[in-house]
């Protein structure tokens, strides 16, 4: 079975952000739980290694609950993986009972994409190869210019 392209509040389409993005289908209540963030559970050592020669090695569908284990939504995932990110956002994430909801932080208006901040970690050294890896094209005033947690540092930021 193929994975369902609305719900109650949401749709699946194309985005401005990247590829396809999940867009409100109705004005959607500041604190509403959107969508459940659905995969396969995976526990916390089992992160594939990641071929940085695959184009798509940087496409982040891998969600990390607070006891460490990884929620895979490449593997019997919901359209809940399509949420892009936002340095701006208009939704977040909570974990409830060891499932994660993208919920709404204010009211959404019908037919806005749903984003919320991934604040992705990367430890160690800044990595010059992060600013494309992760680059962020969110479009906001506020954008971070990258979808990590973390600042770009003072010394890379003439490359963005
Ligand atoms: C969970 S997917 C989001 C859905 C994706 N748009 C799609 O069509 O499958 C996450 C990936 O989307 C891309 N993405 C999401 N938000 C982005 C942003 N603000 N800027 C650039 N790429 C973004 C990145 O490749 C990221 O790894
Ligand atoms: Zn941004």
Not at 19 to 32: E, Q
Not at 77 to 99: K, L, V
Not at 105 to 119: A, M, N, Q, S, W
Not at 121 to 129: A, C, E, L, N, V
Request: hydrophobic share 35%.
């Amino acid at each position: 079975m193929g994975i369902a392209i609305k719900g109650e509040f949401w749709f699946v389409k194309k985005s401005k952000v990247h590829g396809r993005g999940l867009f409100a289908r109705k004005d959607i209540p500041k604190g509403t739980k959107i969508i459940e963030y659905k995969g396969t559970r995976m526990p916390p050592d089992a992160l594939p290694d990641i071929d940085e020669n695959e184009p798509e090695a940087f496409h982040t569908v891998i969600f990390s609950l607070d006891s460490g284990w990884l929620i895979d939504a490449s593997r019997r995932g919901n359209a809940a993986q399509f949420a892009n990110h936002s340095c701006n956002p208009n939704c977040s994430t909570i974990e409830e009972d060891d499932r994660i909801y993208i919920i709404a932080e204010r009211k959404i208006p019908k037919g806005t994409e749903l984003v919320y901040d991934y604040h992705l970690h990367q430890t160690g050294p800044f990595q010059k190869d992060w600013l494309t890896d992760y680059a962020c094209h969110c479009g906001s005033s506020k954008c971070r210019k990258i979808m990590l947690k973390r600042k770009i540092p003072q010394k890379f930021l003439k490359f963005v």
